[in-house]
C-alpha cells in the first residue's frame, strides 16, 4: 500500500514533511561541499569534484522544491 497515494490531508502533509526533508539535507550537503571546496588549495581535482557535487545538490533541491509546490 502506497500512502502517497491519496487525497487524504493527512498523507499529503506526511509527503511535503519527507520532501521539505530532503531539502534541508541536500541544502547541508551542497553548503558542506561548497566549504570544503573552498578551503582545498593543492588539488583542484578534488576541489572541482566537490564543486561538482554541488552542483549536483543544488539541482536536486531546485527539483525537490518544485515538486513540494506541486503538492500544495
Known amino acids: 500500500m502506497n500512502i502517497f497515494k491519496g487525497n487524504n490531508s493527512e498523507e499529503k502533509e506526511q509527503l511535503q514533511d519527507i520532501l521539505?526533508?530532503?531539502i534541508e539535507i541536500e541544502e547541508?550537503?551542497?553548503r558542506t561541499y561548497l566549504?570544503?571546496?573552498e578551503?582545498?588549495?593543492d588539488d583542484d581535482e578534488l576541489k572541482q569534484r566537490l564543486e561538482n557535487f554541488a552542483?549536483?545538490?543544488a539541482k536536486r533541491t531546485?527539483?525537490?522544491i518544485?515538486?513540494?509546490n506541486d503538492e500544495k
Open 66 to 68: 518544485d515538486e513540494l
Open 39 to 41: 578551503r582545498i588549495h
Open 62 to 64: 531546485k527539483q525537490l
Open 20 to 22: 521539505k526533508n530532503s
Open 35 to 37: 566549504i570544503t571546496a
Open 55 to 57: 552542483e549536483g545538490n
Open 28 to 30: 547541508d550537503l551542497m
